[in-house]
C-alpha cells in the first residue's frame, strides 16, 4: 500500500534533523496505514494530532538548530515553516469534515508537505553547511603549507 520511503537523498547530513526527519515519514507512514487498513475515526484522527504536534517540535527545534549555526535565511525558513503548520492545521480540519480519507490522496498531499518540505528547503541548509566546510577547509589548507614550510625551513637550518 501506498507508503513513504526514506532513503539517502533525503538526508541532509545534521544527525537531529535527519533523525526527526525519519521520525516524520513513520508518522506520516502510521497514518497512511490507518486510513488504508480503514482504522477508526479516532484512531485516525489522533495519528494526525501526534503528527500535527510533533511537526511542531521539529520546527522550533530545527530553527535552533539554524540559529546555532549561524544558517543566514533563517527568517525566510521560519516563514515556510509557518505556512506549513498552517497547512497541516487545515488538512486535520478537512479530515474532521469529509470523514473518510482516500489513502492515494493522503499520501500525495504527505509527499508534497514532507518531502516536498525536506528537499526543498532544508536541502538548502545542507548545501550551505558544505559550502561553510569547504571554505574552512581552504583557510586551514593554507595555513597548514604555511606552517609545512616552516619547519622544513628549521630542519634545513
Ligand atoms: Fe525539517
Known sequence: MAR?????SLETGIYSIDSQHMDLVGM????????SSGKTEQAV?????????YCV???HDEE????EMGYPR???HQREHRRLSQQV???QRDLYKKRTPQPLEVRDFLKDWLLGHILGMDMKIAEWLKERE???KESKVVIGEAGEGESEGKEEA
Open 74 to 76: 533563517l527568517g525566510e
Open 89 to 91: 492545521k487545515e488538512y
Open 28 to 35: 506520516c507512514n502510521d497514518f497512511l496505514d490507518a486510513v
Open 64 to 67: 535552533e538548530t539554524m540559529a
Open 45 to 53: 484522527n489522533a495519528l494526525v494530532r501526534r503528527l500535527r504536534e
Open 4 to 8: 513513504i520511503n526514506w532513503d539517502e
Open 134 to 136: 569547504a571554505e574552512q
Open 57 to 59: 517540535q521539529h520546527f
